[in-house]
């Protein structure tokens, strides 16, 4: 006898943070592996864009819209996902944004922004989805995290904040959900390429920029694309039942020498 049943055949998917970057590489990802998608996220028209653009291409996918730091968007959105796709067997907790400051200059209620979104936000979806995955004794919840969180970066100190949170959260799920079948993991990206930080002000850029090089957080130009951590995600959730992925780190590689 197996130690595990496998994987059905038919694993509907949650991915937070759909319209953009990382959040919408994942979920095209998904469903070219043939996984149908729930995409969540405040700008809804991205969303069914996205939607539209994976059935076309033969995927399923349903997009509804969902703000994480509201907890009845949260539950609206499990309600309308359950009804259009059944259970939810993955679940991957993208959402949020980067805003910058350096701490003891922040209002408290924008440090306190960040930490709702990033990491209350990823609690509310453990609560609503990752229950109903432990009762059929399987699932996977992925959270994607940031290399702020070993080397912690100037002017982003309630992102890193919140995303020290979130391993803390997800580690300590580890823990608690061993032996039930429902495995939980982290992603942590370096530096990509996505949306995150272009709406600062060119004076807040340069400041923040020149802060990483004096604390030699720019070691070289290159960005992973918002592929990279799809393709790492992808990995986590394929892994046979009875093996898994708890943290997977993914980092830029430099540019070849002779291309400098």
Known sequence: MPRFDPHPERRP?????????????TATALAMAGHPVALGA???????ELAATIRAGGGEAFAHPLDVGDSDSVKAFAAAIADALGPIEIV????????????HELDSAEF??????HLV???????HFVPPMVARRRGDIVFISS???????????AYVAAKNGVEGMARTMQMELEGTGVRASIVRPGPTATGMGMTWDAETTGAVLEDWVKWGHARHPYFLRPSDVAAAVAA???????????LVEVQPEAPLEDSQ
Do not use: F, M, N, Y
């Open 13 to 25: 998917a949650v991915v937070t943070g759909a319209s953009s970057g990382i959040g919408a590489a």
């Open 42 to 48: 405040r700008r809804l028209e991205k969303c069914e």
């Open 92 to 103: 991957v907790s993208g959402a949020g944004d980067l805003s910058a400051g350096r701490l």
């Open 112 to 117: 306190l922004a960040q930490v709702q979104i």
């Open 121 to 127: 936000g990823a609690h509310r979806l453990v609560s």
């Open 147 to 157: 290399d702020t969180v070993p080397a912690p970066r100037s002017w982003t100190g």
């Open 236 to 246: 986590i959730v394929a892994a046979p039942r009875g093996a898994h992925l708890r």
